[in-house]
């Protein structure tokens, strides 16, 4: 088990969850050209031993260090079908299929990786170290395979802290995905009584799937804009939700204006 925590808050007070990442980004489904920060091995594992951990180890690291009741694994967003990734969103599995969703794979790399980040690792030294890791995640780890997006990942860890009786949530993500689950950790918690009094954390992994300018924030002026002024808050909440048509048409008159100002 991990060491009694030396925080204010006590042991088993926290719960860690680990953002899952497409499993399209396996090297050899990626399109040609694709750069290194993109691919699955990179953003959820990294290099450990070059203290450039990726999203699964961060977030081991820290249950391990914070004592944490529960370590999630996300998610059931994409799955593998005789090695080939799907999106459950494009296809749904059929029932003759074998099917590894996008949680198992991290929970499956993760253990045949084991040793090497036991013995990476800094804060889980001694000789018993990998026998006390696997101890702690097979009474610690949940493998989340119904998530289907980033939401219903946090909707998901929170429900796990109320029934836990857990007053914390560290969402583990990369640098580029991590301003939008901080986002989310609030709204999803302000939506629900039951969530309210359980603080919501976001920590970043030190790999990434974007190169770190890629990442544009939208802030509300703190001064509230005018009537006459456009708020792009507002246009871009929505981005999504338009059509393909509709959105290439707005990024097209975006470039036009950027080119002639």
Request: hydrophobic share 40%; with cysteine.
């Amino acid at each position: 088990m991990p060491p009694e925590s030396d925080s204010p808050a006590r042991p088993n007070e926290f719960v860690v969850l680990v953002h899952g990442y497409s499993l399209l980004n396996l090297i050899g489904f990626l399109p040609a050209g694709s750069p290194k920060e993109q691919r699955w091995a990179h953003v959820c594992w990294g290099s450990p031993s070059s203290n450039e951990p990726g999203r699964i180890p961060v977030g081991v690291d820290l249950s391990w260090r914070l004592g944490a009741r529960k370590l999630i694994l996300g998610s059931g967003a994409t799955y593998l079908v005789d090695g080939t990734p799907m999106r459950i969103k494009d296809e749904k599995p059929k029932e003759a299929d074998r099917v590894l969703w996008e949680a198992q794979y991290s929970q499956r790399y993760l253990l045949d990786n084991l040793e090497g980040l036991a013995s990476a690792s800094s804060t889980m030294g001694g000789r018993d170290a990998l026998e006390r890791l696997r101890a702690y995640l097979s009474e610690s780890l949940i493998v989340d395979t119904s998530a289907s997006n980033t939401e219903e990942e946090v909707e998901h860890a929170l429900e796990v802290c109320a029934e836990e009786g857990a007053s914390f949530l560290v969402s583990v993500t990369s640098p580029s995905h991590s301003p939008r689950v901080s986002k989310i950790l609030q709204s999803v918690r302000q939506q629900n009584s039951a969530f309210r009094r359980i603080v919501c954390l976001s920590s970043a992994c030190l790999t990434d799937f974007g190169l770190g300018n890629e990442t544009v924030i939208f802030e509300p002026s703190s001064v509230g804009a005018s009537d006459r002024e456009v708020d792009a808050c507002m246009v871009f909440q929505d981005f999504f939700q338009l059509s393909e048509k509709v959105r290439q048409a707005m990024l097209n008159a975006a470039v036009a204006a950027r080119q002639n100002p």
